[in-house]
């Protein structure tokens, strides 16, 4: 449906950072179909503020709905039936990729499973894919990667499609890009084992809080499970383990070379197999920036590109961290 948000389509200077970063937040939500709860608005908050501040302020935003307890922008009111009818059909999907992120779990040279995307969030649409982030150890990226696609292909008898899209080593826990897209990544995964290793990926990127200074961990939705020797790591330990390795990596990295969408979302090295070629990061950039602009908030010339630092968000934590 076209967007016709009820704000003017020319920047706004009448509305506080408070106002402003709920309106970031639910446009952001907006782009997969999402309205959010409260606590959600408040996790996903792009500039610090509590619950009860939130809550305040969202009664008396004209661009602001709330329907059956979730908030959304006011001329979109039907993604609160999408939300509950994805939430319906991803319930089964989400107890299966639970069951297969302990089998990856336990994987050789596998060190922590998370589930990722959009059904982490159970806002599953057309595709049923379940998205996973895996910790390998050091120096079997690629062979743990080997062990989670032979996994997908025992899924797929069952109907069910794994898709291992991200695979780093323990040594490379820092996030490469600091934007809005990798913060709520990070924010939304669910780790299914490798509790230690999460926590460890979170410390590694504290950026997060630049972009969403309220998010923190929720234990309620981490699955523990036990920790196990991995037998199967033995034969492929060494100096023949490290050629495996070697060759592995190499013809893969060839094939990828070739594929649609190569490079501008991927990252193929010996610590890092990033294999998003459908470029989602990109599409959602554009999605969000066409919304803030309706709002009459334009995004800063630059930003949610490739950024290190966070300087935009930061500044604007600091302005409501003032009020």
Known sequence: MPLTFASPIHT???????????????????????PLTLDELHCYLVAPASRDEINECVISMKEIACKEGYYFLADHPEIVVIRKQREENSRKVFERAIFYGRILGRLPFIRMAALTGSLAVLNLSKNIDMDFMLVAKPGRVWIARAFAIVLGKIARLFGDTICPNIIVSESALAWHLHDLYSARELTQMIPITGLEMYHRLRGANLWVEAFLPNAYPETSKIFKAPEVWRLGELPLRGRFGDKIESWEMNRKIARFSKQAGFGAETVFTADVCQGNFHQHRIWTHREYQERLSLLGFPLPSGEGRRRTDGSTLAHRVEAVRAE
């Open 12 to 34: 706004r200077l009448n509305v506080s950072s408070l106002e402003r970063a709920i309106l970031e937040t639910l446009a952001y939500s907006d782009i997969f179909d999402h």
